[in-house]
T-cell receptor, first 113, second 112 residues
């Protein structure tokens, strides 16, 4: 069936290094994706989004890349900080179905000081 | 601006008991969602409201789960009777007219 999934359940990086979290999707018609950060005991928090008419979008210390050919997107975090430690989800936003979100499994990012 | 409020934050019940969760969305948000997040997984949509009407409840186990949003503001989600596999975090979210969803902190349910 249609799904959104992440490649690795856990990622450990050194403080100051760059982090890359990957996500794959199966539906070639999917055209809007969002990355969320979820800290322990909290709900998911919006980080950055990208639509299919773009290959790349940058925010503050974060970049999302979308490769529609291989149905893959990634979240890059520059100069990772301890406060970045959390679970990261990619989600497909089905804007034409009331905006419901289809989440992947999540990658837990641990930042070592 | 106040965020999405949920209560209780934690609930422990025995199987076959009933439980209810409450959500107060961000003021003015017409669209409200309930998600279920099982440990180690991403959230899964249970039901979506537009004002006080149900837009999508295709993933809601209707034999035991019910939800309402009578006045188009607050919402409650009920489970009756609960099963062990209902142990999860129940997240409420509301959406701006532009499409951004804001999540509450969730209610962690443990069914023993």
């Amino acid at each position: 069936g249609e799904s959104v999934g992440l490649h690795l359940p856990t990622l450990s990086v050194q403080e100051g290094d760059n982090s890359i979290i990957n996500c794959a999707y199966s539906n070639s018609a999917s055209d809007y994706f969002i990355w969320y950060k979820q800290e322990s005991g909290k709900g998911p928090q919006f980080i950055i989004d990208i639509r299919s008419n773009m290959d790349k979008r940058q925010g503050q210390r974060v970049t999302v890349l979308l490769n529609k050919t291989v149905k893959h997107l990634s979240l890059q975090i520059a100069a990772t900080q301890p406060g970045d430690s959390a679970v990261y989800f990619c989600a497909e936003n089905r804007w034409n179905q009331g905006g419901k979100l289809i989440f992947g499994q999540g990658t837990e990012l641990s930042v070592k000081p | 601006e106040a965020g999405v409020a949920q209560s209780p934050r934690y609930k422990i019940i025995e199987k076959r008991q009933s439980v209810a969760f409450w959500c107060n969305p961000i003021s003015g948000h017409a669209t409200l969602y309930w998600y279920q997040q099982i440990l180690g997984q991403g959230p899964k949509l249970l039901i979506q409201f537009q004002n006080n009407g149900v837009v999508d409840d295709s993933q809601l186990p209707k034999d035991r789960f019910s939800a309402e949003r009578l006045k188009g503001v607050d919402s409650t989600l009920k489970i009756q009777p609960a099963k062990l596999e209902d142990s999860a975090v129940y997240l409420c979210a509301s959406r701006t007219p532009e499409g951004e969803q804001f999540f509450g902190p969730g209610t962690r349910l443990t069914v023993l």
